[in-house]
């Protein structure tokens, strides 16, 4: 996984959560060929198909739950990352 691609990936993930939509391999690939769409700058159109890439060698079939292997796990632990109240939350 290269440094851009875990901002990439993130950046496709909360734009879902905004969205209040699920986050899953197929939703952030659909997200980030949307980003890719959008994206005037050719440099920045190859990270984001780079990051694709990388989420479609790393999908997993619907049974099995490998996220504890995920190079993405660590990264709500990270300095800087957004947390999104949970749909719960909205019931207090």
């Known amino acids: 996984m290269s440094d851009s ?3 990439i990936i993130g950046e496709a993930a909360y734009a879902l959560l905004v969205r209040r939509e699920e986050v899953s391999v197929s939703t952030l690939l659909a997200e980030l ?3 890719a769409r959008k994206e005037q700058n050719s440099q920045q159109q190859q990270r984001i198909a780079q990051a694709q ?15 504890v292997h995920s190079a993405l796990r660590g ?9 999104m109240p949970s749909a719960d939350a909205d019931d207090n």
């Open 5 to 7: 691609q875990p901002k």
């Open 75 to 83: 990264l709500s632990r990270q300095e800087g990352s957004v947390r």
């Open 33 to 35: 060929a949307r980003m």
């Open 53 to 67: 890439q990388w989420l479609l060698t790393h999908r997993q079939p619907a049974g099995s739950d490998n996220r």
